[in-house]
């Protein structure tokens, strides 16, 4: 019985059509289709339904738990065959949001692969719940996110503190306070956000830290924000508050990547309660795996200075 023909099942289960995993696996439905069949003929019984999406039968119930742990056991082999190979080998997921993303990738996958030029990585993107989800379900190797308080099962490494802060566009912000910018950043941030009642807002999502944040501050100032937009893409909403649509609550450091879009625009330091940690979760059972060690490494080196 070919372990190939495994692997293709759980990919099959995990994209739910033969459209997406045979894309995935990058060869044709037929081949797919045809080796599906020859599994189950070598098993006895049928293990998927071919409804739309795909359901399991109960004779696929039984056959995917040993499945995932012939693909654990297999991966576990090559792990620590790769540690006494030059340059690793195997795949490596990260859990990391869109934005931070965006600032921190291109400069630790650039320093990871110095020395471990045969690991791929794969980013997994999601909203800060999603992402600490995904790392109490062990479906990633590393987790950058907001933990927050205690996780069964995460091992949490501090790593930097981010801070949100409202930022508008200056003549926005003028229009709405009725002075000049500067003067009207500083009668905000001394008397509260109360004097922006009539701002719109564009937000994030409540399932990540900006959307969050955004609504306990707007909540303690008596607003019910005038959402004009709610999105996961806080590079979309920057855009919209560059054009003057309205404010947005964004982390420091994502704006400092983005100067060439954000560097003119108007911030407002909110309460103690926009400041949080952001750490490194990582599954407490993982095996010992030198490339998941040299990638924590990697990040922690980049904010060694703050802590």
């Known amino acids: 019985m070919s372990l190939e023909s495994w692997d293709w099942f759980l990919r099959l289960v995990e994209k739910g059509t033969f459209t997406r995993a045979a894309e995935e696996l990058q060869i044709p439905q037929q081949t797919l289709s045809a080796r599906l069949a ?57 859990g990391i949001s869109n934005m931070r993303g965006r600032v921190l990738m291109p400069h630790i996958v650039k320093q990871f692969h110095r020395s471990m030029p045969g690991v791929r990585i794969k980013l997994i993107e999601g909203t800060n719940e999603e992402l600490v989800h995904l790392a109490e379900r062990s479906e990633a190797d590393i987790v950058v996110a907001s933990f927050g308080n205690v996780h069964p099962g995460v091992a949490v490494r501090p790593l930097y503190k981010e801070e949100i802060v409202l930022i508008l566009d200056p003549q926005l912000l003028e229009s709405i306070v009725g002075m000049e910018a500067e003067k009207a950043i500083t009668a905000v941030e001394e008397n509260g956000l109360s004097l922006l009642d009539n701002c719109p807002f564009l937000l994030e999502t409540i399932d990540d830290i900006s959307g ?30 560059e054009a003057g649509l309205g404010g947005v609550f964004c982390p420091t450091n994502m704006l400092d990547a983005t100067a060439d879009l954000t560097g003119g ?27 998941a060690q040299m990638f924590e490494d990697v990040i922690g080196a980049l904010f060694a200075d703050t802590h």
């Open 212 to 241: 969050s944040i955004a609504r306990v501050e707007l909540q303690k100032a008596g607003i019910k924000p005038k959402g004009l937009v709610e999105s996961e893409n806080m590079m979309t909403l920057l855009a919209m508050c």
């Open 265 to 291: 625009l108007a911030r407002i330091h909110l309460s103690d309660e926009a400041c949080y940690e952001i750490g490194i979760g990582t599954p407490a059972s993982a095996q010992p795996w030198i490339p």
């Open 38 to 94: 020859s599994l189950e003929n070598e098993l006895g019984g049928k293990l998927i339904d071919r409804t739309t999406p795909l359901t399991l039968t109960r004779a696929g119930e039984a056959f995917i738990s040993y499945a995932r742990e012939q693909e654990a056991s297999r991966l576990r082999m090559l792990r620590q065959v790769s540690e006494v190979t030059i340059g690793g080998f195997g795949e490596l997921k990260i």
